[in-house]
Structures are given as C-alpha cells and as structure tokens.
C-alpha cells in the first residue's frame, strides 16, 4: 500500500501553527511591541520626534532665526537650556523646529523609495524572465554605489536644497525595498492559493495587488522603519555637507557642522542637535527590530519555544 | 461562451454527451541540465456531461498537472483541449476568463489554496466580482450567503479568515469558490485526501449532493481506486503521465484490463469476506521511473509482473476492448507504436 500513498497532509498542521500570526492586525501588533520594553521607549521618542516636528515653531521658546548678539555661544542656563549658538541664537529652538524638515525628508524621501520598490520589486518577482533580470540589474547598479556617494551624484545632478534630497534619499533607497519585496514575492507567487485566485479569472492586476501584496507587508513595513532611520540620518549628513537643507533654515545636520568649528568653546552647539539625531535614527532601528520579531511567525515561534523550554 | 442558465429542468443533463475532450495531451516541464520532466505525456481523455470520471494513479504521475493544463494553469506543451468542440489551447487573456468561469478546481490542500489574508466572504466572492456576477454590495452579499449555504456553512463564516476554520470548513470553502462562477466541470484535484478521515465522507458526500442538484460534471482525482469508485461512474487510470485504462468503473474494477489496474486494486480491501480470502495482493516491485526518463515502449513494464516480448519495443495503444472499456496493454494484442525495427516485427496488424 505504501507505494500507493500520496503524501500525507503534513502542511496542515503547519497552517494552523502560522495562522495567528497572520491574525495580527494593527492592534495586535502594537500591543506585541509594546511588550518589548525597549520598542516602548523607542515609540515613545518617535510620538515625541513627530509631535515636535508637528508644532515645531509653536513649542520652540525663541523664533527660528531670532538673533541676539548679547547672547553669543552662551552655555546652557534656565534662559537658554541648549544655550545659544554663534548668532546668539536658541539652540533648544533650532533643534526642536529641526524635527521638522528631518521628519519631512525621511518621510517623502522614504515614500519614494517605498513606492518605486515595492512595484519594480512587485513586478520582477510576478513576472520573473526578462522583466525581473533588467530591473534587477539595474537595482544591482544603484545598489553597488555607497549610499551617500550615489545621493551627491543625485544632487549634483539636480542640484542643492531639501526637495532635491528628497529625491536623491529616496533613489538610493529604492534597491532595497525592491529587493526586499521581490524575495517574497518570489515565494508568495508560488502559493496555491495564488493559483487557485487565477484557477476562477482572476487577472494579473487582480492577483498582484489582492493576493500577492497583502502577503508580503511584514517585511516591507519593517524595512520601511528602518529605512526611515537611515533617510533621517542621510539628509542630516547632506545638510551637513552643505546639501541639504539650506541655511537659514534650522536643520540638525547643518546644525552639527556649524557647531563644528566650536566643538572647543561650546560644545552644546553641536552635541544637541547630534543627540536629536541620534535619539530618532537608534529609536526608528529599535522599532524595525522589534517589528521584523513581532511580524516573523518562524523568529516568534522560536522565542516563544525557547521560553517554554526554559 | 457564458453557462447555459441552469433550471431544474435541465437538471440530469443527457449523459453521453462528451464535454470535455483531451487529445495527445502533453505537458512537459523544462529541467535546468537534463531532459524535460513528461508529467503528462500523450493523454487522450473525455469527460461526459453529467457524469463522474475518477482519475487514480500513484502520487506523482502527472494528475494534478492533466487538471491544471484543462484550465491552462499549466501550459500545455502538445495536444488539444475541446470544450463542447471548441480547442482551448489557442484561447486569448478574455476567452480564457470565460474557460475559467465554466471549468472549476477544488485544490487537494484546503489549507494552502485559501488567502489567509482574505475573509471567507472575498474568497467566496472573488469570481463573481470577476466574472462581474451578482453585481452591486447587497446581490453579492447575498450570493455569497446563498453560496456558503450551499455548501453547509453559516452566513456568519463570511467575515471569518481561514485559520479560523478547521480543515473540513476550509474545504467547503473551496467548493463554494469554485461554485461560485456556476460551472460546467469542476476538477476535484484530491479534495478529501488531506482531511481528516472522520470529516472525509462529510465532503464527498457535499460533492455528491451539489452534483445532483446542480447537475455537475466532475473530474474526480484521487490516488487510490478505492477512494473514486463508489463516486465515479467512469475510471481513467493513469501511470507515468498516460491514461493506461479506462471504462466505466464496474468494468475497470471488476474485470481490470491492465496489470497496473489490478495491482492498484489489490490494494483495495473488498467488504465481502469470501472475495477479500481470494485476494491477492500484488506488490508492485520497484520504483516508479522518472518521468523525465520513462521506460521504452510500455511504461509500466519495469514494474509489470505480465511483461513480456513486446513490452519493451512496442509504445501499446488505448485500444477498445468493447463498450468504451479502453487499455494500454499488449495482454489484449499487440496494438501501439513500435519504437524500433524489433518491435515493428512484433505488431499483431503490422500496417
Ligand atoms: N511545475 C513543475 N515543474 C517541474 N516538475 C513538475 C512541476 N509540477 C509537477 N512536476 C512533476 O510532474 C510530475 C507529475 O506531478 P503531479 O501532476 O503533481 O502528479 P500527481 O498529481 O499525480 O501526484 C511529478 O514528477 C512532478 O514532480
Ligand atoms: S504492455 Fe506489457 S508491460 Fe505493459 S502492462 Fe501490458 S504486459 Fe505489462
Ligand atoms: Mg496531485
């Protein structure tokens, strides 16, 4: 009889193993991350990082721009808790209206390179041949240049300003979510149920955004908090090259190589805004950590048998 | 190339009537350094209107692939496929929707066939919104409750996910979807065999049941005889990516032509003791051959305790033994394509 058996219905038990996981729902996976104490901590500086950038000019105790010349490199005190810079201005206001335009980069430049990704990586992985070789070589390309170095090519090209890194942050992020959203579509497409959604008509189109996308999120949403870490940390060292934001707009990376040159006489100039920075790219690294544990049934499975032994 | 609107009238379709017919059907897989993998290899089949064909063979020998490539899920590499006489293998993007609304597929594996992101209600719904049936929220909503009872299910399963449901319900799913775009023929590509046994007469018997009301025509695959034979009113046997046997079920299984039908029955326990004492089992001796490198002439005869001279020289034809009661086996003449001068030599009726 052995030779006359088909296999055993061994996936069953495997697809009721993983099915919570894909239960989680928003809620569920907020509450799995607020379970890890250091995700907490991390989300609470980012709901500070986006209140901040939010209201910015109204939190900030002192206008953008708003110079005193009495006031010159004074350290910190009750009046000026960051002290005051070069100008004499507020270093606590430029870095608390800074949130914004550092939010704002990450934010769009993220977007982009989300956007641009996730449909090449969509469509090479669905469509395999000659499709997913040229796109991917091409990724391959981009994705071969040192991250900043490709964002200077970019703005050489398009010239300087906030809008232009934007643009620049978001090409060189684009291989990545590309690659990250064709491994899975890689293994999504070959699901039954993918076949089954084409076995009643089911078209491409229909296939690819109902069935294929909804399945590969998890990674996209934890290589989107992470990216936003590394956007945030490139247009800082954009600006801080004189890429940027311009100057007079308060910007943390410009902030940083201003308080350069005075690292030696006021060192409040440059180590704010630097803890700003360092503050919001460890917290956005944090979470997509934290994320990938809670959205990855195989890493949770293993955490949770792990404790059950222990 | 829509469904005939079915009313009870024309509910126990004329029988006879061939439906579906499979002409020197090929589907061969590419392998990286090597030969193709001939999953199907040279299938002639027909399925009746109305009637149950039971397809059994061993795990394997290219089942699921015949009743992909009816859909175009596979590409066929040769061959014809005719529905009510029209070829679907030259079938465009549209008319190739319209093949999918009028042959359907329950999958054998009612976990994996399933989005487990969607409700039971968007799966169930999904061909009527592409077929652009039952349209507007509330006809739909209603069709899909019509649908789920159909297959045994509360209308409250709509908003439920399928890790939700136990496997039995999953598969009541399946059937429901594949309902839902009112086909002609549905493929059942193994629908019981990954269920648990308690709840595998449940879902054949639904089957049996939505065949008689809707007056279906099922393509029923299974990998033992014993499984299809009390369903079918026909069986096709297949080995090696071949139909070797084929003819209404109580002839298949009780006068076997070929020695592969009688070794898989074999394997089937009889009810009736006095027969189950006579039964002989036969092992079949060694293992399947790879279907990307099957044995010259007779597939089977590397594991054939009957082989003899001609086996290995002559490719034996499905040839008609009387009252549509087909086999592929020198046994009842030697009938076939030789495959060398030697077996040219051997034909009964050399031309
Ligand atoms: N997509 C594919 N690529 C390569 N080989 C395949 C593919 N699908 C099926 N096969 C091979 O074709 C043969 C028939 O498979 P299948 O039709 O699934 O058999 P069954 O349903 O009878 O168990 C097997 O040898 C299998 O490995
Ligand atoms: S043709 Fe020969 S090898 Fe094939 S089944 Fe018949 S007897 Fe066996
Ligand atoms: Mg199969």
Known sequence: MTALDDTPAGPAEAGQVAAPDEAVGARGLLRALLRNRLAAAALVVLAIFVVV????????????????SADKLRAPSLEHPFGTDQLGRDVLSRVLIGAEPSLRVGLVAVGIALVAGVVLGLVAGYYRGLVDDVVMRCMDVLFAFPAILLAIAVMAIRGRGATNAMIAIGVVYTPIFARVTRASVLTVREQVFVRAARSIGAGDLRIMTRHVLPNV?????VQTSISLAFAILAEAALSFIGLGTQPPEPSWGRMLADGRGFIQDAWWMAVFPGLAIFAVVLSFNVTGDA?????????????ESAAGRG | MTAPARTPADAPPAPGEVLLRAEGLAVHFPQRGGPPVRAVDGVDLEVRRGETLGLVGESGCGKSTLGLALLRLVEPTAGRIELDGTDVTALGRRELRGLRRRVAMVFQDPYASLDPRQTIGRIVAEPLEVHGLAPGRAARRARVDELLAMVGLDPSFRDRRPHELSGGQRQRVGVARALAGEPELIVCDEPISSLDVSIQAQVLNLLVRLQRELG????????????????????AVMYLGRIVEVGDTARVTGDPAHPYTR??????????????RVRRRIVLSGDVPSPAAPPSGCRFRTRCPDAFEPCPHVDPALADLGGGHRAACHLHGVVGTPVDEAGAALLDDPA
Do not use: K
Not at chain 1, 54 to 60: C, D, K, N, S, T
Not at chain 1, 217 to 221: E, F, K
Not at chain 2, 263 to 276: F, G, H, I, T
């Open chain 1, 291 to 303: 994320l990938r544990d809670a959205l990855d049934p195989r890493q949770r499975s293993a955490i």
């Open chain 2, 263 to 276: 070794a898989l029955l074999s394997a089937v326990p009889v009810p009736d003791p006095p027969a189950e």
């Open chain 1, 53 to 68: 950038a939010v209201l910015g000019e109204r939190l900030a105790p002192y206008g953008r721009n708003e110079v005193s």
């Open chain 2, 216 to 235: 279906l025509t099922y393509l029923f695959v299974a990998h033992d005889l014993a499984a299809v034979q009390h369903v079918s009113d026909r069986v």
């Open chain 1, 217 to 221: 999120a998890a990674p996209i949403i």
